[in-house]
């Protein structure tokens, strides 16, 4: 299996790591009704900045008022862009982020009425210009389809933490740029849906929005990853927005103990089931409820990374780890340094 290039480094290991904290503070706090009233906030921000980026110049408030169906003066064209992400954005929770046939379902919806060969990959060469001209010239197109399949099945098989994936596949994908126009917006709604099946929260925190604030730190990752051949620096990008948008959504410590039982139990039983327990003749503390929630989606953790999320000591996550690993709930894949922790739900 093809794997795109970069490497783990010490920022990422530890950004994952604190994502992966503040997502279960935020759990703790979120409600269905929260979550439905962050979804329509952001959905507004959401395509004004996506459009914004790619040089539609329509308002916030013009975006709201085609929203709900009100007339609005402005160039049909940049109108059009606005109705077709309208009509993207509502198959969201219909798209599967892991295959390739709803990206094109996703992208023809996206530019329909605007480019000739909307949902089909491009067959012609494109290239990236600046102000300097050409910053990037895209593969030929002939290459596109067998591009874009080793990116899916590397997204949909690797190992590696999703949240990672989700910025690896951003960086391929707009260096592979698959389609004739419509690359941008598209790419970074894809990554959006990835990290929306890592955590639906993540969803009210779209990465457009991030996009947007921070524009040419944006364009910054990309340079720097196409300069060193890979996507390192693009994910330490990205993940430090994820990391800081989060921050500014993070309870306050009378937030986060008010119901955080019940949640915890609720999101544990939901994951593992409530028989989980019984299978093994134990009874999970609250400790141990978080330590498997967070290995379950990060697999990778290090003691240090775990005791820094959970806020107790590395000698208190190794106990854990010793005695889950010891009653079989746990175990090891590979080394030390590199491999993974396997939770045996079967």
């Given amino acids: 299996m093809y794997t795109p290039p970069f490497n783990y480094t010490d920022k990422i290991v530890n950004l994952v790591a604190e994502i992966t904290g503040l997502l279960h503070q935020l759990t703790a706090r979120s409600t269905d009704k929260e979550s439905v009233r962050l979804r329509k906030e952001n959905r507004i921000k959401t395509i004004h900045s996506s459009l914004a980026i790619e040089g539609n110049n329509l308002t916030e408030d013009q975006v709201r008022d085609v929203i709900e169906g009100k007339a609005v003066m402005g160039p049909m064209r940049e109108i059009q862009e606005v109705k077709n992400a309208i009509a993207t954005y509502d198959m969201f ?27 089909k990959w491009r067959k012609s060469g494109v290239g ?98 196409d300069k060193a051949g890979d996507s390192t620096a693009f994910i330490e990008y990205m993940l430090g927005e994820i990391r800081d948008v989060l921050l500014q959504h993070k309870p306050s410590n009378t937030e986060s103990q008010t119901g955080l039982v019940s949640d915890l139990d609720r999101e544990f039983g939901a994951m593992f089931g409530d028989e989980f327990g019984i299978k093994f003749g134990i009874k999970f503390g609250d400790n141990d409820k978080r330590l498997l929630l967070m290995l379950n989606s990060n697999p ?24 889950l690993r010891e009653l079989n709930v746990l175990s090891r894949r590979g080394s030390t340094k590199n491999g993974l922790w396997e939770i045996n739900k079967s």
């Fill in 93 to 119: 929770d219909t798209l599967n982020p892991f295959k390739k046939e709803d990206l094109l379902r996703a992208h023809a919806t996206m530019m329909m009425g605007l480019i000739d060969d909307a949902g």
């Fill in 128 to 225: 990236v210009f600046g102000e300097k001209g050409c910053v990037h010239m895209a593969p030929p197109p002939q290459r596109v389809p067998e591009l874009m399949g080793d990116l899916f099945e590397w997204l949909g098989n690797a190992d590696t933490n999703l949240l990672v994936r989700s910025c690896v596949f951003h960086y391929e994908f707009e260096f592979i740029h698959p389609f004739s126009d419509g690359n941008g917006r598209t790419g970074r709604l894809w990554q959006s849906l990835i990290l929306s099946r890592l955590h639906p929260d993540l969803a009210n925190f779209p990465v457009e929005n991030l996009v947007h604030a921070h524009q040419q730190e944006y364009y910054d990752g990309i340079a720097q990853s």
């Fill in 300 to 323: 990778t953790l290090a003691a240090a990374d775990l005791a820094r999320c959970l806020s107790i000591s590395q000698r208190g996550v190794e106990i854990a780890l010793k005695r």
